[in-house]
């Protein structure tokens, strides 16, 4: 079954049943009100009769008579002594004398039905009789215009759930098309996607903010995470392909110069060996890297833990002066220990980046400073080298740029390490940013967020 149909099956089947409900109630509260009308007149009926008697004691109007006077059309008089006789009764209807009775010093009223299912009030109150006995006084009467106005109330109610029926039909079938046809058209989205290798978002006019129009939007952030990975993908394949061609050039140049004269020069085995080997070194690195700033520019890779970011500052340093035999220096320009929630092992990566840039690239001294902001902490490391051009700080953090590319090789760089850097301090909502003047030196700064 289509879940249109289930949505217009319930919604149709909760209206009728709100519906049915409040007939229910109208009945019942009506019903209520007009039982509670009559037995009140009975009741003011019958302290008329107990009046009029009371009046008469030993009057002139026999009591047989007095009761007939206040006889109600469908109704039953009777007056009851202490052995459960009857004195007097009167009634218009034999069948009214079947109607039970019982002796009674207390007022008692009594809404009872009979065998046909009519409905008839009983009241009773004891009086004083002729005789200074105490009597009952009984007075019951058939409620038939209730019993007809509830059946005409019950006949129109039906009648008005029955012509319901067709509006809560197009009612349920209006509101399953409003609730299906932006989930029809999402799965119409998501079996034509993609459409000659593009993904196609959904247009969503609507400005309400309910279940549908999240689904929608979440839909259009999945599709903008696809084209995000794709986009990886096809830059991933690109670049290795790139990057990749010159190590597989030397490789085969020198395997086919072995092939050729391997055998004539037994000394050139040794420098093709050397180079074959520097060069496949050289493509385990890239790709390790490449690898890494794949998986860095994703947030869901992120392991966040408290640690304490100067700490997590000296232990670079720590391991980078041993390293590269250099004094690199720290300053600490916060007030207390700055404890921060973060991905440390990656956040040490960026940082170990930086601060290994600077020593290879410069033989002077190198400064790492931490600085606290207002809405965020700032990790600077400055060298004192060559510097960069402006147009080299607008490119430097793209992938595989070099500044100077036989320097880069020879240091063993890959042109990855700051857009590794960059990534990482990316996934955090933080910024990567450089200061540089030629001959003057460069300063990088890693900016986060409190």
Same mark, same amino acid.
Request: overall charge negative.
């Given at each position: 079954m289509k879940l249109r149909t289930k949505v217009q099956m319930f919604l149709s089947a909760l209206i009728l049943l709100f519906m049915l409900l409040m007939h229910t109630i109208?009945?019942?509260?009506? &019903?209520?009100?007009?039982?509670?009308?009559?037995?009140?007149?009975?009741?003011?009926? !019958?302290?008329?009769?107990?009046?009029?008697?009371?009046?008469?004691?030993?009057?002139?109007?026999?009591?047989? &008579?007095?009761?007939?006077?206040?006889?109600?059309?469908?109704?039953?008089?009777?007056?009851?002594?202490?052995d459960e006789q009857v004195i007097h009764d009167v009634s218009k209807q034999s069948s009214y004398y079947d109607w039970p009775f019982h002796y009674t010093q207390s007022e008692e009223i009594r809404l009872n039905? !009979?065998?046909?299912?009519?409905?008839?009030?009983?009241?009773?109150?004891?009086?004083?009789?002729?005789?200074?006995?105490?009597?009952?006084?009984?007075?019951?009467?058939?409620?038939?215009?209730?019993?007809?106005?509830?059946?005409?109330?019950?006949?129109?109610?039906?009648? !008005?759930?029955?012509?319901?029926?067709?509006? =809560?039909?197009? =009612?349920?079938?209006?509101?399953?098309?409003?609730v299906t046809k932006p989930i029809q058209r999402l799965t119409k989205e998501m079996k034509s996607n993609p459409k000659d290798g593009t993904w196609d978002k959904l247009d /969503?006019?609507?400005?309400?903010?309910?279940? /549908?129009?999240?689904?929608?939007?979440?839909?259009?952030?999945?599709?903008?995470? /696809?084209?995000?990975?794709?986009?990886k993908q096809e830059q991933f394949v690109s670049d290795a392909s790139h990057e990749l061609k010159t190590p597989l050039?030397?490789?085969?140049?020198?395997?086919?110069?072995?092939?050729?004269?391997?055998?004539?020069?037994p000394g050139l085995l040794e420098e093709a060996t050397q180079s074959i080997l520097s060069e496949t070194n050289r493509m385990q690195q890239l790709t390790e890297q490449m690898l890494m700033l794949a998986r860095n520019e994703d947030k869901e890779n992120l392991t966040y833990e408290r640690f304490e970011l100067r700490a997590l500052i000296k232990e670079v340093i720590r391991s980078l002066s041993i390293a590269y035999d250099r004094n690199i220096s720290f300053y600490d320009e916060t007030d207390h220990h700055e404890i921060i929630s973060a991905d440390r092992a990656k956040l040490q990566q960026a940082i170990y980046i930086l601060i290994d840039n600077a020593c290879k690239y410069s033989d002077d001294r190198v400064i790492v400073s931490l600085i606290e902001n207002n809405y965020s902490y700032d990790i600077q490391v400055q060298d004192f080298g060559e510097g960069l051009s402006e147009s080299d700080q607008k490119q430097i953090f793209q992938r595989f740029y070099r500044v100077d590319k036989s320097r880069s090789r020879k240091a063993g760089g890959t042109g990855l390490g700051l857009a590794i850097c960059t990534s990482i301090v990316r996934a955090h909502n933080g910024k990567l940013s450089v200061d540089s003047r030629i001959e003057e030196g460069s300063t990088f700064t890693i900016s986060l967020p409190k």
């Open positions: 109208v009945y019942l509260l009506y &019903q209520n009100q007009v039982s509670e009308k009559e037995i009140n007149r009975v009741r003011d009926d !019958t302290l008329n009769v107990m009046e009029a008697i009371v009046q008469n004691n030993g009057g002139e109007i026999e009591n047989q &008579q007095l009761l007939q006077a206040f006889l109600p059309n469908n109704g039953l008089i009777r007056i009851i002594d202490a039905k !009979t065998e046909d299912g009519i409905p008839y009030v009983q009241v009773a109150m004891p009086i004083i009789w002729e005789d200074g006995s105490i009597v009952t006084l009984q007075v019951n009467e058939a409620l038939y215009a209730m019993e007809d106005t509830l059946s005409t109330l019950q006949i129109v109610l039906m009648a !008005t759930a029955a012509l319901m029926v067709i509006p =809560a039909i197009i =009612a349920g079938t209006l509101l399953a098309g409003y /969503i006019p609507s400005k309400s903010h309910d279940e /549908i129009n999240q689904m929608q939007h979440a839909y259009n952030e999945m599709i903008e995470r /696809i084209e995000e990975n794709i986009r050039s030397v490789i085969s140049g020198y395997a086919n110069l072995l092939k050729r004269r391997g055998k004539e020069k």
